[in-house]
């Protein structure tokens, strides 16, 4: 029987499945598949997909605190900070924090260079290069052998380690660009997805594998991520600006609330409301004294923590969307659930987004039997076309059928080139009555006055026999009243800086 592919809403009942050892499998170099606005739609009704949610789903799961009741004693509820001592690492969860603190020691090796700038600092180009060229090496250090070795003796060049090694690489963030974004920590999840699949991480009780991925693997590799934005400036990559949820990341937000969330039994029992009896308000991420307080314990404010050390005013003005989330009155759980659906919509449905994601073997770029057609969106429905990025040059066609129309502007009209005469903007202190003027065409362009210039003539003030020459202040009650200092009329709308209300729903 097929199994179902996974939706955001639903529970993480189902784990990723590992592949067979016994049968052969054929390694493929992974490559960038999604050229345009309708390979992305047919990325949500992948196999990649699929394997993707299903593990993100298997992670966010395990991450829920568990209660249990021994007969005769009272309720246990077991939660899973940071640096808990109830969650154990595996031998290849441990081998991979050597992989990272290894990275974390080339930084060493590559200082930034010194001077103001502007952009991201070339040294992460020689950091970068290094970690190039070292990469088979760490995977063959670090990586348990049964992983490197699966499916050898096919008779293909390409090998495991081959496809674990591009999307270890593509993990760190874009050298070309000098920037870091949440596609990148996409390529993180597939490296640990991949080793999932060849059997890489131990057989135990359903979500003790996956709690010591979360905590010993992905917070140190955060970590790491984040010592480099601050070490070589790198850029956000295709970020919204403060309309989005945060500049580089978006899984610490997902496990971190889960981490608040209520106890459950089971995982058939997630919860859609509440938190735990002593966690934080969730409204307690503009209080920099709470996020100082829980960042060590908790990779919601983890994450929240390294918003303040890199950017400095009120936080609901720098990040209005955590802090309209922080406004929500139904506790963790329902934040959590809310988390899962804005990563499938702002992450894995976004052409800027997964655009580099490759995809190989393990991720393959085949359609799902058991996908349903995805629901058109504002962000399945807005995506670049082919012929946009013909036009522009970039990127290589996809080799899909009929082009699909650019999407236009809010404010574009049906009028295929512009009128042949344009009108001038009437400034914000021209009377009514003046209207708008027609802009001279090139030829026809009038002389500019100076300020300074003589005044148009104007008609004598006894009549037609009068010949003396008008006052100034007569001169001055003729012309039209001064417009009012722009900068004072700006002052005068300057928004009251108290904080806004939040999102209470």
Not at 1 to 24: F, G, I, N, Y
Not at 179 to 208: N, Q, R, T
Not at 328 to 344: D, S
Not at 485 to 494: D, M, S, Y
Request: glycine share 10%; hydrophobic share 35%; net charge neutral.
């Amino acid at each position: 029987m097929v199994s179902k592919s996974p939706r955001p809403e639903d529970p993480p009942t189902t784990s990723l499945k590992c592949l067979d050892p016994s049968a052969q499998h054929v390694f493929i170099s992974p490559s960038k598949k999604i050229n345009e606005g309708e390979d992305v739609s047919f990325f949500l009704i992948s196999k990649a997909y699929k394997k993707i949610m299903t593990f993100l789903l298997q992670l966010n799961g395990a991450m829920y605190p568990r209660q249990s009741r021994v007969e005769g004693s009272k309720l246990s509820i077991h939660t899973w900070e940071l640096g808990s001592p109830a969650v154990g690492f595996s031998r290849t969860v441990i081998s991979l924090r050597k992989l990272l603190a290894r990275l974390n020691a080339v930084i060493g090796e590559t200082p930034p260079e010194t001077g103001p700038r502007r952009f991201g600092n070339m040294s992460f180009r020689k950091w970068y290069e290094i970690v190039e060229s070292r990469i088979g090496e760490y995977l063959t250090e670090f990586l348990p052998a049964q992983v490197l070795s699966f499916g050898h003796g096919s008779g293909r060049d390409i090998a495991a380690k081959d496809e674990l090694g591009t999307y270890l690489l593509g993990s760190f963030g874009s050298a070309q660009r000098l920037d870091y974004g949440s596609g990148h920590e996409l390529s993180f999840l597939a490296f640990l997805g991949a080793i999932w699949m060849l059997g890489g991480f131990e057989k135990a009780e359903p979500g003790v594998e996956e709690r010591g991925i979360v905590l010993g693997v992905i917070e140190p590799y955060l970590q790491l991520i984040r010592r480099l934005i601050r070490v070589y400036n790198l850029e956000p990559a295709g970020s919204h600006g403060v309309w989005g949820l945060d500049d580089h990341s978006f899984i610490p937000y997902i496990f971190g609330s889960a981490q608040f969330a209520p106890a459950i039994s089971s995982l058939e029992q997630i919860p859609a409301e509440g938190s735990l009896p002593d966690a934080p308000d969730p409204a307690d991420v503009a209080k920099v004294n709470v996020v100082e307080a829980e960042r060590n314990r908790n990779m919601y404010f983890g994450a929240v923590g390294f918003i303040y050390d890199v950017k400095k005013g009120p936080f609901w003005e720098h990040s209005p969307i955590l802090y309209d989330i922080s406004g929500v009155r139904a506790g963790w759980a329902k934040i959590n659930k809310g988390m899962i659906k804005m990563y499938n919509a702002e992450v894995l449905s976004k052409f800027p987004v997964v655009q580099h994601f490759p995809f190989g073997s393990l991720f393959p770029w085949e359609r799902d039997p058991s996908a349903e057609s995805p629901i058109t969106s504002i962000h399945t429905s807005s995506q670049p076309s082919k012929t946009s990025f013909n036009a522009g040059g970039m990127g290589k066609p996809s080799t899909r059928g009929h082009p699909q129309e650019g999407t236009k502007a809010p404010w574009a009209t049906n009028i295929a080139a512009p009128p042949p005469a344009s009108t001038g903007t009437a400034a914000p202190w021209a009377r009514p009555s003046e209207g708008l003027r027609a802009v001279p065409s090139a030829g026809q362009l009038p002389m500019t006055r100076a300020p300074w210039g003589e005044p148009p003539p104007i008609a004598p003030l006894g009549g037609a026999s009068s010949t003396r020459s008008p006052t100034a202040r007569e001169i001055n009650s003729r012309l039209p009243p001064r417009p009012p200092n722009p900068l004072e009329a700006a002052e005068k709308q300057v928004p009251d800086k108290t904080e806004p209300k939040r999102n209470e729903s």
